[in-house]
């Protein structure tokens, strides 16, 4: 890297956030990686995102660096992330100008923002449109090259304050430079030689090839990345490593599958399960309080699950909680948790409500891929081998499978075989690897037997659909 090359530093989340304005889930890896990123490369500086910044212990020292001496910074204050905000309020107050503010459009700007010009962008949740990705490239370059030519403040500190900026002396900030960049490395930390960034990348690759126990491994070497020194865990851990690490502990089943349930759920506490709003939090304790349950620990786990499937369901009204909520609740029907023929009764009715939903969650889902997908956008990519292109046809498509299971899951609970039948075929045909199949098998087993024990409970008061 050249010396004298300029820098931006990109301050944001990283990972999967919650946005909890909407409750929806953000990738923010694939907005720094398709929308800024490329952008910065292609003007000619170096692009750094906080978990790439090679360090031993604290981030601190190395990111009041960054923010001071970077030529621009980037801050994508997207799911109102409280770090990011900081971060941007810390960069305002020590540099006049060069600072360009950025998020997804659904976000409602906090008041003191309102004044700011804040360039948004569309984001999918799981992926960002190529036609945005073309979109928001295009606008970010126009945005970087009016911010490095201006005369004029954009921080909102120098521009109604009459302030000299902060300057480091020489020896004190070659002294910074030296700390920041010591390699301590103790049996208990991460390789200072891989940055954060590195390991999540290898972690989620891992996920990916359901290497779950290389992927436990490296979120755990991650949660250690940046954690103060005795600091007796008093820092907040990040939501995102518990979430993954949670995941891979669960489904790693190590040293066996109940104890590695009971292990995901103790991390899980770790990021107040009890109180947290976010989604993708409650919904993977949901699925380790049924697996608790089938495990036979018992009808508390049953009645948890159920508690974590409502509020993803109530947060986030999508298809994968409301499916997996009303399947709770046949569980729930023929369990002894239900006193009264009524609560049964009360249970079936609503599950069967829930999977009429999902069916309309998935028929909005499955126009908004097809529509996507025959854009002439996508087709230009794809009939070119852009990289991106390909990479959202794939996850399009992955999609399309999962709406498809959803489906079949939702019209065989509601009695439609025939339409359940024809969801499975259609699913089918999309390339997909078995054990995506093999979950709905499992799955459909499960809601037969539970079917039969309600109609022995409850006398067979609810007819199957017909039409």
């Not at 480091?168 to 940055?195: C, G, P, W, Y």
């Not at 786990?301 to 997996?324: C, M, V």
């Not at 049964?344 to 009715?349: K, L």
Request: hydrophobic letters at 40%; one cysteine or more.
């Amino acid at each position: 890297m050249n010396e004298n090359q300029k820098r931006c530093f990109v301050v944001m989340g990283f990972g999967t956030k919650t946005d909890f304005a909407t409750g929806r889930k953000l990738d923010l890896n694939k907005s720094y990686r398709l929308l800024i990123k490329p952008v910065i490369e292609e003007k000619g500086l170096v692009c750094i995102r906080a978990d790439e910044i090679m360090h031993s212990g604290a981030i601190d020292v190395p990111m009041y660096m960054e923010l001071l001496r970077a030529d621009v910074v980037i801050a994508d204050i997207s799911t109102a992330n409280p770090n990011a905000l900081y971060e941007l309020g810390v960069r305002h107050a020590l540099r006049p100008r060069t600072t360009i503010v950025i998020s997804e459009n659904k976000m409602p700007y906090p008041f003191d923002l309102n004044h700011i010009k804040i360039t948004s962008y569309a984001h999918l949740g799981d992926a960002i449109d190529y036609e945005e990705v073309e979109r928001f490239r295009k606008v970010l370059k126009e945005t970087l090259d009016d911010v490095l030519n201006a005369d004029q403040p954009d921080s909102p500190v120098y521009t109604f304050l009459q302030l000299i900026p902060p300057s480091l002396k020489e020896q004190i900030e070659q002294a910074v430079h030296e700390r920041s960049h010591q390699a301590t490395v103790t049996d208990d930390a991460a390789d200072a030689s891989q940055t954060l960034a590195v390991i999540t990348d290898q972690a989620e690759d891992a996920l990916a090839i359901n290497d779950f126990v290389t992927a436990k491994t490296l979120f755990q070497s991650a949660m250690l990345i940046g954690r103060p020194e005795n600091d007796n865990n008093k820092a907040a851990p990040n939501p995102y490593l518990v979430h993954r690490l949670a995941l891979a502990t669960y489904k790693a089943k190590l040293p066996d599958e109940v104890t590695a349930l009971k292990n995901a759920l103790k991390l899980l506490d770790e990021i107040d399960l009890t109180h947290t709003n976010d989604t993708e939090t409650v919904a993977l304790a949901g699925a380790i309080e049924k697996r608790l349950y089938e495990n036979g620990g018992g009808e508390e786990h049953l009645s948890n699950g159920i508690l974590f499937y409502q509020r993803g369901y109530y947060l986030l009204h999508n298809r994968y909680h409301a499916i997996n909520l009303a399947f709770m609740l046949d569980y729930r029907a023929q369990s002894s948790l239900c006193k009264t023929k009524d609560e049964r009764i009360a249970d079936m009715v609503n599950a069967r409500r829930i999977r009429e939903d999902v069916l309309v969650l998935c028929n909005k889902d499955q126009s908004e891929i097809i529509a996507r997908q025959q854009s002439a956008k996508m087709q230009e990519g794809l009939q070119k081998s852009d990289a991106y292109s390909i990479s959202q046809h794939k996850t399009d498509t992955e999609q399309m499978f999962w709406i498809l299971i959803n489906k079949a899951e939702a019209y065989f609970g509601l009695g439609n075989l025939p339409a359940y039948e024809t969801a499975v075929k259609e699913a089918a045909e999309i390339e997909h690897e078995k054990w995506m199949m093999d979950s709905l098998k499992e799955q459909i087993n499960k809601l037969s037997k539970i079917q039969q024990m309600q109609q022995m409970l409850a006398g067979n008061v609810l007819q199957p659909v017909t039409a």
